[in-house]
């Protein structure tokens, strides 16, 4: 048997242990979006967001949100296992983005908003992705004279509900839902099927290390890998007291592009 230390398989036939099965993070993702349906998921000042949905999502209104951009990215011709980079800062968005892309069996490749386009241009040639969110209206401008130096590249998703492009390239995150709802007219059992079918072992992120020793080298974390440290969380918490439950509430306030505040904040709650 062929396996990598981020590979469940590695664990069983190499390290000899026990391990456990886990959901994938997508089917935890839904099954928590239909237990904890009118509960609200997210918080957030909408002034920043042009109103949207006056600051809250419940997690049936994230769910729809996140059905939908899955779709779209379904639409414009993802398959299971494309690599997607997204370049944004930490925001609502962000997750919505994240989940559409674990839900659609994409794979997230995550950008700091603050590199440089040299860099944008590594990672997403390095990680042979196909399209790309953007956070805002000023730093796709920024980093759009790179956009001709990524070979694969086939769409930018400006992660605007307002923003509209003459660039046929280009799509404001509106135009995703849009989209999405046109596809799943038809297909939606398609999609409910892609992220019912996701292996646990398929990877779900790539995330780069700061290259302070030369180039960024990409980490794949799989959905195994993810899931498995969570559950972690969960073991290792009440051995000291603590608790954590659908009753807390987190503060993101690190780049969502780096692992910690993706892990015990972002992932942690979903």
Not at 35 to 49: A, G
Request: one cysteine or more.
């Amino acid at each position: 048997m062929h396996c990598l230390p981020g590979d469940v398989n590695y664990f069983k036939e190499v390290a000899k242990i026990e391990v456990r099965e886990y959901l994938n993070f997508a089917e935890a993702f839904q099954s928590n979006c239909t237990k904890l349906s009118d509960r609200i998921v997210q918080r957030f000042n909408p002034d920043l967001y042009n109103g949207d949905n006056q600051g809250t999502f419940t997690w049936t209104e994230m769910k729809d949100r996140v059905d939908k951009m899955s779709c779209g990215l379904m639409a414009l011709g993802i398959e299971k296992g494309d690599r997607i980079g997204i370049m944004a800062p930490s925001g609502p968005y962000w997750t919505h983005a994240d989940m559409a892309m674990c839900c659609a069996a994409a794979v997230s490749v995550t950008i700091y908003p603050t590199l440089s386009l040299n860099e944008l241009t590594y990672i997403m040639t390095d990680s042979e992705s196909k399209m790309l969110f953007i956070g805002n209206v000023p730093l796709y401008e920024r980093i759009k004279p790179a956009l001709k130096d990524i070979p694969l590249l086939e769409k930018v998703i400006v992660l605007d509900m307002e923003y509209r492009s003459s660039d046929p390239m280009v799509l404001g995150l509106s135009e995703l839902i849009e989209l999405g709802k046109e596809y799943a007219k038809e297909n939606f059992a398609l999609y409910e099927a892609r992220w019912k079918n996701i292996d646990i072992n398929d990877w779900l992120t790539i995330l780069y290390t700061s290259g302070t020793t030369g180039q960024g080298k990409g980490v794949i974390l799989t959905h195994w890998g993810a899931a498995s440290r969570m559950e972690g969380v969960n073991e290792f918490f009440p051995k000291y007291n603590m608790t954590l439950n659908e009753d807390d509430v987190t503060l993101c306030f690190l780049p969502l592009s780096h692992i910690f505040d993706r892990g015990s904040c972002q992932f942690m709650a979903l």
